[in-house]
């Protein structure tokens, strides 16, 4: 069973900057692709950013120029490096592994997330 550990959440203000990082305890992470997803109140969870084993990164529109997914397979740990936030990235955000044949799918555990709150 996966366990992911989600952090480096906090508050910040509009046009700042925070770097989530996410471990996963795994043995196959190494050849799994791993995405970030963020929830925001009253909303459904939505894919952010993936990156593929071998580092190919994919990004939301809404996101693309100012995120940035990572992965460091010796420690089993996917980052995303998130700049120029603005409120609307107000959410929790969390990481898993996904299958990307077509659709990006999740798997079905989550870890506890880490809330980001950008103020204006």
């Known amino acids: 069973q996966v366990q992911l550990v989600e952090s480096g959440g906090g508050e910040v203000h509009a046009g700042g900057s925070l770097r989530l990082s996410c471990a996963a305890s795994?043995?196959?992470?190494?050849?799994?692709?791993m995405g970030w997803f963020r929830q925001a109140p009253g909303k459904q969870r939505n894919l952010v950013a993936f990156?593929?084993?071998?580092?190919?990164?994919n990004y939301a529109d809404s996101v693309k120029g100012r995120f940035t997914i990572s992965r460091d397979n010796a420690k089993n740990t996917v980052y995303l490096q998130m700049n120029s936030l603005n409120p609307e990235d107000t959410a929790v955000y969390y990481c898993?592994?996904?299958?990307?044949?077509?659709?990006?799918?999740?798997?079905?555990?989550w870890g506890q997330g880490t809330q980001v709150t950008v103020s204006s």
């Open positions: 898993n592994l996904v299958t990307t044949g077509g659709a990006v799918v999740p798997g079905r555990m």
């Open positions: 795994t043995n196959i992470f190494s050849i799994a692709a």
């Open positions: 990156i593929t084993p071998i580092g190919r990164a």
